[in-house]
């Protein structure tokens, strides 16, 4: 299935979009021709990337941890004049560290951004893609999606969340001219790491060379697969090779495996 066509009165909602695969996300569908509302809560930051782009983009600043800032979202579209067309739940974090030693806060905090936002963001932006018969819906997860990840233990359940929720959603509306893709991209060079509390040095001895990719790689497959109506995305075919066994391998013994070579344990 086709990706809506671009047209003065639609956009392209992108959620995390002012750096990393978000920022990727934007620029591949802006070249398209696509308006594009991008959101995120650096303001100055998204400003800069609607300098960049033109006139068909617009800047939202919002937190996608706020239920309330999540529920303005449709009128500041409105606002705009603009529907909708594509929506890309982006916007995700992660912590890193044992849970026996988690912060409360930080947890339920990447619970409501990996996970209540993009429900919510569906809720939302879905009802009038459905009754206008078109629309794609592009939900960022990860190959951490596939089975649990030992030191990242609520990022890999909200993922596992995400690529379950976009699997649902691609049998529901199924007839509807409404498409829903996951994409579940391997380690990628955004920074993300090192936000969570990785170092580039210990995220990258930790997976091989092979499986990393750039934010530019993962945002331009995510954008293929989406126009091509594939349910889920894996970019690089090692990453998908990973994605299979991690699925299949048996618990009991990759785990611990896993809770070794995880650079977040490493001193837990």
Known sequence: MPLP????????????????IGEAIARQLARRGHR???????????????????????????????PADRAALPGRVDALGLSVDILVNNAGLSTVGPVAKSVPEKELNLVEVDVAAVVD???RFLPGMVDRGRGAVLNVASVGAFGPVPGQASY?????????YTEALRG???????????????????????????????????????????????????IIG????????????????AGV??????????????????PGLKDA
Request: net charge negative; with cysteine; hydrophobic share 50%.
């Open 121 to 123: 963001m569906c809720s």
């Open 36 to 66: 594009v509302v991008l959101v995120a809560r650096r303001a100055e930051v998204l400003d800069a990337l609607v300098g960049e782009l033109g006139d068909r983009a617009r800047a939202l600043p919002a937190d996608l941890s706020a």
């Open 245 to 262: 066994f991690y699925r299949l391998a048996p618990r009991d013994l990759i785990l611990p495996f896993l809770a070794r070579s995880h």
């Open 172 to 222: 529901e509306l199924r007839g509807s001219g409404v498409t829903a893709t996951a994409l579940c991209p391997g380690p990628v060079k955004t920074g993300f790491g090192e936000a969570a509390g990785i170092s580039d040095e210990d995220a990258e001895a930790a997976l091989p060379q092979v499986m990393w990719k750039t934010a530019d790689e993962v945002a331009l497959a995510g």
């Open 156 to 164: 890999g359940a909200a993922k596992a969340f995400v690529l379950s």
């Open 226 to 241: 989406l126009a091509a109506g594939k349910g889920v995305v894996v970019p690089g075919g090692i990453n998908r090779v």
């Open 5 to 20: 066509a671009p047209a003065d009165d639609r956009a392209a909602l992108i959620t995390g979009a002012s750096s990393g």
